[in-house]
C-alpha cells in the first residue's frame, strides 16, 4: 500500500473511492482473505479515502487468470464475471486496487460493471504488471 501511495503522490489520479477486485466467494473461502481488499484497506488510510469495498460482486468463479494462457481467453474467461448491483458508485470518480495485472482483462472487466452502475470514471491501479 506504501508503494501504490508513493506512486499516487508523484502521479495524482482524479479519484472520490476505493474499490478492491473482488474474488468469487469459493476462491475466497479457499483462501481465507482477498489480498486486494487488504491492499485497498491499507491504501484508504494512507491516502483518506472511502473504500467500498460490497458493491462490485465477482459473480462468476472463473479459473485465475495467470493460468490462462492468451489475451483472447482471459477476456473471455472474465467476460460478465462481474457486477455492480448498487448504485453508491453514481457519478464518483473510481481507483479500481487489484494487487497483479496480466493482461488488463479484469480490470476492464470491472470497470465495465462499474460504469455500468454509473461510476463517470474508473482508474486502473496494480502494485504489479506482469510483462
Not at 106 to 121: E, M, N, P
Amino acid at each position: 500500500a506504501e508503494l501504490l501511495h508513493e506512486y499516487l503522490t508523484a502521479n495524482p489520479v482524479p479519484g472520490e473511492t476505493l474499490v478492491p477486485v473482488p474474488l468469487h466467494q469459493k476462491r475466497l473461502r479457499e483462501r481465507g482473505y482477498n489480498q486486494s481488499r487488504l491492499l485497498t484497506k491499507e491504501l484508504g488510510k494512507l491516502i483518506n479515502l472511502p473504500v467500498v469495498d460490497s458493491c462490485l460482486i465477482r459473480q462468476r468463479h472463473t479459473p485465475p487468470q495467470a493460468r490462462t494462457p492468451t489475451v483472447k481467453e482471459r477476456r473471455s474467461n472474465v467476460a460478465d464475471a462481474f457486477t455492480c448491483r448498487d448504485h453508491r458508485l453514481r457519478d464518483k470518480q473510481v481507483l479500481l486496487i487489484d494487487d497483479v495485472s496480466t493482461s488488463g482483462a479484469t480490470l476492464d472487466a470491472c470497470a465495465a460493471a462499474l460504469k455500468a452502475a454509473g461510476a463517470t470514471s474508473v482508474w486502473g491501479l496494480v502494485l504489479a504488471r506482469e510483462i
